[in-house]
């Protein structure tokens, strides 16, 4: 007599009651690594389409109407929204446009978590609540423009992604050093791949891509790394054992590096959502003025927005960034 050999029940379910619990620790983090990716992608050409949209316009000021009382409020503020109409639909497909306080109507979400996922903070609904210090020191030592503290549109894009925009229609288009860089943000673009979807986090579906300077804008869009390296580092040392502030990035696993001058000025522009530390030391950029230990780079204060030269040989903090 032949003899069949095969699984009994209780083997075939135990084998089953594995593949589950394997699917069930394997699969989330698969589903977020895809999403990641796909939000990686989706962003970078977001940043390029808006590059190429801005760079398209003769200038980035002057839209709108903003007036205040006596008493500094704002009477009428139609900065952003009019910047929406009048400038970035003629050069961007937009599918719908939502004014000041009606942001949730063009899929912004009304609360999003920071960039370390410590804490949820509500969406900003205008500059000073973006980044209080945008207003401060704007006026002093400074060669052009200042900031006023207009309220966000919003608009949604033809793929699908929602945009609020922060627009400073007095913006310069000064580019030296030893000043402030408030008055040189003309926009700042807080973007959500995914409309109101969640996780609604910076970093991942959310992000900023800001454009710098009225006249021959620069538009970045830096994704920052999770913290700042909190160990003071020069920008460039000869001495033996010291960190210089680009190995700090490159010791990251990663396409991580250190922002050049204006996305580093991008990073203190949005500041309060991916904590960056607000004390008075500096932090690096790449840009540099001069080389060697004495020579001088770009580095940006965030407690008040000053962008100064200072040389490579001293101590600052460093938040690395990817593209």
Not at 133 to 140: C, D, F, I, Q
Not at 216 to 236: E, F, K, R, S
Request: glycine content about 8%; overall charge negative.
């Amino acid at each position: 007599m032949k003899k069949f050999r095969g699984f009994t029940l209780a083997e075939v379910l135990i084998t089953l009651a594995i593949i589950g619990i394997v699917a069930a620790i394997t699969l989330p983090s698969l589903l977020v690594n895809v999403n990641e990716k796909a939000w990686d992608a989706q962003r970078k050409t977001l940043h390029a389409r808006m590059a190429q949209a801005i760079g398209q316009m003769n200038t980035l000021g002057g839209y709108g109407t903003y007036t205040e009382d006596e008493e500094g409020t704002a009477t009428v503020d139609t900065a952003a929204e009019s910047f929406i109409l009048d400038a970035l639909s003629k050069v961007y497909k937009i599918n719908n446009v939502c004014g000041p306080d009606k942001l949730s109507s063009c899929g912004v979400a009304s609360k999003i978590a920071t960039l370390d996922a410590t804490s949820e903070i509500n969406f900003p609904n205008k500059m000073s609540e973006l980044n209080p210090v945008l207003l401060n020191g704007a006026s002093t030592n400074v060669y052009e423009g200042e900031v006023l503290d207009t309220k966000a549109a919003a608009f949604e894009t033809v793929n699908g992604e929602s945009v609020a925009v922060f627009y400073n229609p007095l913006c310069g288009s000064d580019t030296t050093a030893n000043h402030y860089v408030q008055n040189k943000m003309c926009i700042n673009f807080i973007y959500d791949l995914n409309g109101a979807e969640g996780p609604n986090q910076i970093g991942k579906d959310v992000g900023f891509i800001t454009a710098f300077y009225n006249k021959n804008p620069v538009v970045v869009a830096p994704m920052p790394y999770g913290a700042d390296y909190t160990t003071a580092v020069p920008q460039y040392s000869e001495s033996e054992g010291t960190i210089d502030a680009p190995v700090v990035c490159k010791m990251l696993a990663g396409d991580w590096r250190l922002p050049d001058k204006d996305e580093v000025a991008s990073l203190f522009v949005n500041a309060p959502l991916i904590n960056l530390n607000t004390s008075t030391s500096g932090v690096w950029s790449s840009s540099v003025v001069s080389l060697g230990a004495s020579g001088v780079a770009w580095n940006q204060y965030v407690s008040n927005g000053s962008r100064f030269v200072l040389a490579r040989s001293n101590n600052a903090r460093v938040r690395c960034i990817r593209k």
